[in-house]
């Protein structure tokens, strides 16, 4: 079954514990992309990624990073999170560089929340 | 650099009605992808269209590319579609690799 997933689904961390959300996803695609999801503001992108150790900032890439060591993972670190950071978020990823123009394929989400 | 708004921003109906959702990008696209969204939060893709109309069971999607603007339409609305519904499309014109910028999304209540 073509999926992505991401791991954990809910997190609750305290202030400047470094964490790291994991995507991963089976359909062999070049595009990933990371998106955190904030009430009245909609879905935003953090980082994207066009294939292996290709990455580039999204609009909201602040107290982030990622990384793409293999075509399958592109793991979200959080190096000191922020209650600010409290958000839900999504991975993606898509068949083809040009990303709006093939179907996105999204994970199930993980809600995290720092105290 | 696209920007999409959607309206309405929450819509409650009754079982059965015909709902109607739209969607006004700024810049002209390659692609409009229409996406679900239920209360535990995973997001699926319901349409991707570039011209004219898909439907898919009772969801229909248009999409006009001369006014910018796209409708996602549900006939015989049941409450199992109560769910959110997000507009998106590229951010660059011609759908460059910097990938999608999405709508805030309309919140689809069916009551029985």
């Known amino acids: 079954e073509a999926q992505v997933t991401q791991n954990p689904r809910y997190l609750i961390t305290v202030t400047g514990k470094k964490l790291t959300v994991t995507c991963s996803q089976n359909?062999?695609?070049?595009?990933m992309s990371w998106y955190r999801q904030d009430p009245g503001l909609g879905l935003r992108q953090i980082y994207y990624?066009?294939?292996?150790?290709?990455?580039d900032k999204g609009d909201v890439p602040e107290g982030y990073k990622v990384s793409r060591k293999e075509k399958r993972n592109f793991p979200l670190i959080l190096e000191s999170p922020s209650p600010n950071q409290t958000s839900l978020y999504f991975c993606?990823?898509?068949?083809?560089?040009?990303?709006?123009?093939?179907?996105?394929?999204f994970g199930q989400g993980t809600r995290l929340t720092v105290v | 650099k696209n920007e999409v708004e959607q309206s309405p921003q929450n819509l409650t109906a009754q079982e059965g009605e015909f709902i109607t959702i739209n969607c006004s990008y700024s810049?002209?696209?390659?692609?409009l992808h229409w996406l679900q969204q239920h209360p535990g939060g995973g997001i699926v893709s319901l349409f991707m269209?570039?011209?004219g109309k898909k439907k898919h069971g009772r969801l229909i999607a248009t999409i006009n590319i001369q006014e910018k603007h796209s409708s996602l339409h549900i006939t015989a609305s049941h409450p199992r579609d109560s769910a959110v519904y997000i507009c998106a499309v590229p951010l660059s014109p011609g759908g460059g690799a910097d990938g999608l910028t999405f709508g805030k999304g309309t919140h689809l209540i069916i009551q029985p």
């Open positions: 990624s066009m294939n292996v150790e290709v990455t």
């Open positions: 810049v002209g696209i390659s692609a």
């Open positions: 359909m062999n695609h070049e595009y």
């Open positions: 269209l570039s011209s």
């Open positions: 993606a990823s898509s068949l083809f560089i040009s990303a709006g123009n093939t179907e996105a394929f």
